[in-house]
């Protein structure tokens, strides 16, 4: 009772096919791959830019940063 055998995960795959349908898995495999490659893409592009400091005429001040759409507000602790 410790592990499946292999007629097991085979009545597993034919009933999560019928269920789903092979176009769909097929969709399902290649987004999580295209996924999984965007993300690693994505990390080294940050590891390189994580290196370079940023200038400081793109960095923000408090008084640029604000916007009309912003609402500036303070928390508080309830007593």
């Known amino acids: 009772m410790g592990s499946f055998s292999i007629w097991h ?11 789903f349908g092979t176009k769909k ?28 400091p940023v200038p400081p005429s793109q960095q923000l001040d408090a008084n640029q940063a604000r916007d009309n759409n912003t609402v500036d507000v303070e928390a508080k602790n309830k007593v």
Do not use: H, P
């Open 25 to 52: 898995l097929k969709n399902v495999g290649s987004d999580l791959g295209s996924a999984v490659k965007g993300f690693k893409d994505g990390m080294k592009n940050g590891a390189d830019s994580a290196d370079q």
């Open 9 to 19: 995960w085979l009545i597993v795959l034919v009933v999560v096919v019928l269920i």
